[in-house]
């Protein structure tokens, strides 16, 4: 079994930075791509930022373009997800998805095989 924890969030003030771990436990096997998506009430889940296995392909949503920067340390079984600049529209329960078999699952929720049960960021003004 495969375990993904996130964690992170928090409360703060608009234009404050936020740091957003996740790591894997469980697991036999390095996972492939990894990402990070976002979900508010009412609202479908959204693709925020991946990476690829090897950490040399990564992936932004524009509205988080510039801000936001996916790492991951293979060794640790962790993807992080820095955050700065942060505005009242991130607030949103921010979720880690692993793929263990697609190295290029691109913005598609199917394409990622596991996920962490999110960890609330809160933006306020």
């Known amino acids: 079994q495969v375990q993904v924890l996130e964690s992170g969030g928090g409360v703060v003030q608009a234009g404050a930075s936020l740091r957003l771990s996740c790591t894997i436990f469980?697991?036999?096997?390095?996972?492939?791509?990894m990402g990070w998506f976002r979900q508010t009430p009412g609202k479908e889940r959204e693709f925020v930022a991946s990476i690829s296995e090897n950490g040399e392909s990564t992936d932004y949503a524009d509205s988080v373009k510039g801000r936001f920067v996916i790492s991951r340390d293979n060794d640790e079984n962790s993807v992080y997800l820095q955050m700065i600049t942060l505005k009242s529209e991130d607030t949103a329960v921010f979720y880690c998805a692993v793929s263990t078999w697609n190295d290029n699952p691109g913005r598609q929720k199917l394409n990622y095989n596991h996920w962490g049960q999110g960890t609330q960021v809160t933006v306020s003004l």
């Open positions: 469980g697991s036999v096997f390095r996972p492939k791509a």
